[in-house]
């Protein structure tokens, strides 16, 4: 007969890795973590700049953790070294380069589906995040220039003309980042940068009151062009203006696409659950990131693994 896990865990971040391990604690031993890219954590190893500062209390969230894991602050390194040593006791199964396409519940049992095959799990927690898919903008943009406009700073060099598109934590990390080396400028279609945490309102008024980088506050891009090897950007309120790099940082989305082909119910652009973070599906759960209202915080992921792992054990007894 086919290999049944007792539990299957989509998605190595915190709140996946918190999942496995408060479940092992607790008694539970056939656990498998499924991960699609080369390693855990994939969105703070392609997201985070080095040395980013990864606080418990993100956004100022005051969050007490309920379970075995104890989280501290620390930067971008410790965070992923400390779920290093999380993974390293070998308590859990972990399978990388690993993307499921589907869940599908026969009687009891679920059937995950991935490339090549399927696996089988009693319980399945889905715990992706929502910047594996980053936001993009509305209005096109021409292939001529595609290799010019990125979502991450992967690409982006010295001494060019950047524009950095986004008002939050990660559009402001990149803009004071990018100005030590290059010309920077951010467009935001709010007036404040209110939606970033105290340390990047601080850092970035810093940037631009010293002249490093240039706001364009309170307005739209409507339209990309190539012009001459470069991004011809139009403006919804100003004359147009050409860059050599946009970088976008507008958030990610929720994957509706997978959601939907599993048969989880989604409400205002989020998975439907119960205070147990169990979806409309018996057995099927959400944790993490594709759970909050805009994502990001850790310590919240670890607490879903927590409340998971006791329920599950709970209905086992």
């Known amino acids: 007969m086919e290999h049944t896990y007792q539990l299957a865990i989509i998605g190595a971040g915190p709140a996946g ?59 971008k390194e410790s965070t992923l070294d400390f779920f290093d040593q999380l993974l390293d006791n070998e308590v859990v199964e972990l399978k990388t380069h690993t993307e499921v396409q589907k869940i599908v519940k026969q009687d009891d049992v679920f059937d995950v589906f991935i490339a090549g095959g399927t696996l089988r799990a009693k319980n399945v927690v889905v715990t992706i995040g929502r910047m594996g898919k980053p936001n993009k903008p509305d209005y096109k943009i021409p292939p001529s220039i595609k290799n010019q406009v990125h979502f991450t700073l992967d690409g982006c060099g010295n001494g060019e003309k950047i524009m950095v598109v986004g008002g939050g934590d990660s559009a402001i990390e990149y803009a004071v980042e990018l100005c030590e080396r290059n010309d920077v400028t951010i467009c935001y279609r709010r007036g404040t940068f209110r939606r970033a945490n105290p340390t ?34 139009i403006f919804s309120d100003r004359e147009p203006e050409v860059f050599d790099r946009l970088v976008y940082a507008i958030g990610g989305t929720t994957p509706s696409g997978f959601l939907q082909s599993s048969g989880i119910r989604e409400e205002d652009g989020k998975p439907v659950h119960d205070e147990n973070y169990q979806t409309n599906i018996p057995g099927l759960f959400v944790a993490g990131d594709i759970t909050q209202e805009s994502g990001g915080s850790i310590a919240l992921g670890l607490n879903h693994g927590f409340a998971i792992a006791h329920y599950i054990m709970a209905l086992s007894k």
């Open 17 to 75: 890795i918190a999942t496995a391990i408060e479940s092992y604690a607790l008694g539970m031993r056939d656990i498998v973590l499924l991960e699609k890219d080369e390693n855990h954590n994939a969105t703070i190893r392609k997201f985070y700049k080095d040395n980013k500062r990864v606080d418990k209390d993100w956004k100022g969230q005051k969050v007490e953790l309920d379970g075995t894991i104890y989280f501290v602050d620390g930067t």
């Open 200 to 233: 990047n309102q601080a850092d970035i008024e810093r940037a631009v009151d010293t002249g490093k980088v240039r706001p364009l506050l309170n307005t739209e891009i409507t339209e990309l062009e190539s012009e001459g090897g470069q991004i011809k950007v």
